[in-house]
């Protein structure tokens, strides 16, 4: 197959990619490769489905920048294409005297970046908006909101077919060769002949990279993330979205209570080392992935540093009691019987050599590719704005 593009991978950001490449090249041939036998299967099918407001982000860094362009991006999308979405907000809560610092340092970061309408909320005022809720003080967000992204990955999806792209599902890219005036990818049907390629490959991103460029500096660890449900009883005790002060040492946010936009609301996700990279149960294991991981210097340092963390997120993982109490720390009324077990996400961190778990987003750029190799949350919400500047990178 000739093509002019080949996406590889149909996640949200490499649809969104395809997305902006067929606005911009309306005479090009743009291609998706996707592996599975449908679109968003992976990171983007089973994430918190939150629109982030870029409250967290470091201002100036490529998350702060698109996340919050992609925010508005995201709902002008939806109204036009008729997605449902609510901005009901969220409550950032300290429970602990020792978070309050942290906690006003998110305030100045959020306002720095230009949210609007962010409250800082004192005790009395955080029972007002949330009866149930254990903090000492809070902050409210008011522009965080919720979606369904694979609604919004089919309505991408629908319109590159209609702007003349392809999807080809079932697709696995095997290798991939750069010659003097073209990229071969190789699949395990045939092969594409393209002039430029985006790697949007997610869990693989490191894989597909290195099929091209031989080796990278980073690897992409996987971090499962199993969530819990709330029982119909017990959903009348969350009104928000509803989220601890995040540990800056960690990329990840902490267990906490998202609503859903097709209704009830779900606990968790916490942040457990998976042993492959698609394993979303926890006996799911693949030799060659694990040691690959274990064998990357920066995560062997990862571990060395965060070894009590880790530790306790995987006690947490097999221990319902253990995930209750972590959730009872923002709504003491949880119990155990609360709570049912849902399908779990696993999310895409890439690690450096050094052991940094990388906070920002990355691309790598060369002549004839460009390699997404660190997209974490919020990439969802900044899908539409990261696709807008990859294909504003492409240049044929
Ligand atoms: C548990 C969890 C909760 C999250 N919550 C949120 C949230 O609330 N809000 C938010 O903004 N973000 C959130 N995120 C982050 C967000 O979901 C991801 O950053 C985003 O979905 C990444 O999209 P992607 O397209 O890069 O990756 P993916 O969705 O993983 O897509 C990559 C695609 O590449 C395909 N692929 C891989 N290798 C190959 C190959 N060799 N050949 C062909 N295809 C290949 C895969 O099959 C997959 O479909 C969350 C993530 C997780 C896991």
Same mark, same amino acid.
């Given at each position: 197959m000739n093509a002019? *593009?080949? *996406?590889?991978g149909g996640g949200i950001v490499g649809l969104a990619t395809a997305y902006h490449l067929t606005l911009k090249y309306t005479d090009k041939k743009i291609v998706v490769l996707e592996k599975e036998s449908e679109i968003a299967h992976h990171q /983007?099918? !089973? !994430?918190?489905g939150v629109i982030h407001s870029g409250l967290y982000y470091k201002p100036g860094s490529l998350k702060a920048k698109n996340c919050i362009d992609g925010y508005h991006m995201l709902l002008e999308f939806c109204d036009e294409n008729n997605i449902s979405y609510d901005l009901c907000g969220k409550v950032v809560v300290a429970t602990e005297k020792s978070e309050l610092g942290r906690l006003r340092d998110l305030y100045d970061r959020?306002?720095?970046n230009g949210l609007e309408g962010l409250e800082m909320l004192g005790q009395a005022r955080l029972r007002e908006i949330e009866p149930h809720l254990a903090g000492i003080q809070g902050i409210r967000v008011p522009q965080t909101g919720i979606v369904n992204y694979v609604d919004i990955c089919n309505k991408l999806a629908e319109k590159i077919e209609q702007n003349g792209g392809e999807i080809h599902l079932n697709t696995v890219v095997k290798s991939i060769e750069e010659k003097d005036d073209e990229v071969? *990818?190789? /699949?395990n049907k045939s092969f594409v002949e393209c002039q430029m390629m985006v790697n949007c490959a997610g869990l693989y991103s490191d894989s597909v990279a290195?099929?091209?460029l031989g080796d990278i500096d980073t690897r992409i660890i996987p971090f499962r993330g199993e969530y819990y449900e709330l029982t119909a009883e017990a959903e009348h005790l969350v009104k928000h979205l509803i989220y601890p002060v995040p540990d800056p040492a960690f990329p990840f946010l902490g267990v906490h209570y998202t609503r859903m936009i097709g209704g009830g609301i779900e606990a968790g996700p916490n942040a457990v080392f998976a042993f492959r990279k698609e394993g979303y149960k926890r006996t799911d294991f693949d030799f060659k992935e694990f040691f690959g991981s274990l064998m990357w210097p920066g995560f062997q340092k990862v571990m060395l540093k965060y070894w009590k /963390?880790?530790?306790?997120?995987m006690y947490r993982s097999f221990s319902k009691k253990s995930f209750t109490k972590a959730l009872q720390r923002l *709504?003491?009324?949880i119990k155990e019987e609360d709570l049912v077990a849902a399908p779990a996400g696993v999310r895409a961190q890439a690690c450096d050599r050094t052991g940094g778990l990388l906070d920002d987003f990355k691309l790598v750029t060369e002549k004839r590719a460009i390699h997404v190799i660190n997209a974490p949350s919020p990439a969802a919400t900044s899908s539409l704005s990261i696709g807008k500047t990859i294909a504003g990178m492409v240049d044929l």
């Amino acid at each position: 197959m000739n093509a002019d *593009i080949a *996406i590889v991978g149909g996640g949200i950001v490499g649809l969104a990619t395809a997305y902006h490449l067929t606005l911009k090249y309306t005479d090009k041939k743009i291609v998706v490769l996707e592996k599975e036998s449908e679109i968003a299967h992976h990171q /983007t099918g !089973n !994430n918190s489905g939150v629109i982030h407001s870029g409250l967290y982000y470091k201002p100036g860094s490529l998350k702060a920048k698109n996340c919050i362009d992609g925010y508005h991006m995201l709902l002008e999308f939806c109204d036009e294409n008729n997605i449902s979405y609510d901005l009901c907000g969220k409550v950032v809560v300290a429970t602990e005297k020792s978070e309050l610092g942290r906690l006003r340092d998110l305030y100045d970061r959020g306002r720095e970046n230009g949210l609007e309408g962010l409250e800082m909320l004192g005790q009395a005022r955080l029972r007002e908006i949330e009866p149930h809720l254990a903090g000492i003080q809070g902050i409210r967000v008011p522009q965080t909101g919720i979606v369904n992204y694979v609604d919004i990955c089919n309505k991408l999806a629908e319109k590159i077919e209609q702007n003349g792209g392809e999807i080809h599902l079932n697709t696995v890219v095997k290798s991939i060769e750069e010659k003097d005036d073209e990229v071969q *990818i190789v /699949t395990n049907k045939s092969f594409v002949e393209c002039q430029m390629m985006v790697n949007c490959a997610g869990l693989y991103s490191d894989s597909v990279a290195k099929m091209h460029l031989g080796d990278i500096d980073t690897r992409i660890i996987p971090f499962r993330g199993e969530y819990y449900e709330l029982t119909a009883e017990a959903e009348h005790l969350v009104k928000h979205l509803i989220y601890p002060v995040p540990d800056p040492a960690f990329p990840f946010l902490g267990v906490h209570y998202t609503r859903m936009i097709g209704g009830g609301i779900e606990a968790g996700p916490n942040a457990v080392f998976a042993f492959r990279k698609e394993g979303y149960k926890r006996t799911d294991f693949d030799f060659k992935e694990f040691f690959g991981s274990l064998m990357w210097p920066g995560f062997q340092k990862v571990m060395l540093k965060y070894w009590k /963390t880790g530790l306790g997120e995987m006690y947490r993982s097999f221990s319902k009691k253990s995930f209750t109490k972590a959730l009872q720390r923002l *709504i003491p009324e949880i119990k155990e019987e609360d709570l049912v077990a849902a399908p779990a996400g696993v999310r895409a961190q890439a690690c450096d050599r050094t052991g940094g778990l990388l906070d920002d987003f990355k691309l790598v750029t060369e002549k004839r590719a460009i390699h997404v190799i660190n997209a974490p949350s919020p990439a969802a919400t900044s899908s539409l704005s990261i696709g807008k500047t990859i294909a504003g990178m492409v240049d044929l």
